[in-house]
């Protein structure tokens, strides 16, 4: 069975973020990058990446008619990075979210030239991709834990057949 467009988007995503850890030279370490299961959450812990995909939109400017026709999608994910310091840490918590979102950037954008075709190994798989606004995460009691960072991911396939890059 062959994957969708979309998944074979957010598994390259995955895999780049699999990337930040000291061995690949990045300040900062993820030490597990999850996507949210039907049955079963995760446990947030320091480093933990979860990889949220939102509810994509229609992209009518980018959807030409043709036999078959091409359907234009602008995926959103929601990079959400848990940063939970030992109590005897005294860095900053805004310098480790910092520290943490700049190697999450350098990641996901590697490779500079084409980072936003998400190309996997068979192919290019997206028009564009574009970053939102970070916000920062809080636990319970109000303290920051962590960042969200959109990500904005345009692509396209046939009408019907969601397999099949256009």
Same mark, same amino acid.
């Given at each position: 069975? /062959?994957? /969708?467009?979309?998944?074979?988007?957010?598994?390259?995503?995955?895999?780049?973020?699999?990337?930040?850890?000291?061995?690949?030279?990045?300040?900062?370490?993820?030490? !597990?990058?999850?996507? %949210?299961?039907?049955?079963? =959450?995760?446990?947030?812990?320091?480093?933990? #990446?979860?990889?949220?995909?939102?509810?994509?939109?229609?992209? @009518?400017?980018? /959807?030409?008619?043709? $036999?078959?026709?091409?359907?234009? *999608?602008?995926? @959103?994910? $929601?990079?959400?990075?848990?940063?939970?310091?030992?109590? /005897?840490?005294?860095? !900053?918590?805004?310098?480790?979210?910092?520290?943490?979102?700049?190697?999450?950037?350098?990641?996901? #954008?590697? %490779?500079?030239?084409? *980072?936003?075709?998400?190309?996997?190994?068979?192919?290019?798989?997206?028009? $564009?991709?574009? *970053? =939102?606004?970070?916000?920062?995460?809080?636990?319970?009691? =109000?303290?920051?834990?962590?960042?969200? &960072?959109? &990500?904005?991911?345009?692509?396209?396939?046939?009408?019907?057949?969601?397999?099949?890059?256009?």
């Amino acid at each position: 069975m /062959s994957l /969708s467009v979309i998944e074979r988007i957010a598994r390259e995503l995955v895999d780049r973020l699999d990337d930040v850890t000291a061995a690949n030279g990045y300040a900062s370490v993820i030490t !597990e990058v999850v996507r %949210p299961r039907a049955a079963g =959450g995760y446990t947030p812990a320091d480093g933990l #990446c979860v990889v949220h995909q939102l509810d994509p939109e229609g992209v @009518p400017e980018l /959807s030409p008619a043709g $036999n078959p026709p091409a359907t234009a *999608w602008r995926q @959103p994910f $929601n990079i959400s990075v848990y940063i939970m310091p030992a109590d /005897s840490d005294e860095t !900053e918590i805004e310098s480790l979210i910092n520290a943490f979102a700049a190697d999450v950037v350098a990641a996901v #954008c590697t %490779p500079i030239a084409t *980072w936003h075709n998400f190309a996997d190994d068979t192919s290019t798989t997206a028009i $564009n991709a574009e *970053w =939102g606004a970070q916000t920062t995460m809080h636990d319970e009691q =109000g303290v920051a834990n962590g960042f969200t &960072l959109p &990500l904005y991911v345009t692509y396209r396939t046939d009408e019907n057949n969601l397999t099949v890059v256009r």
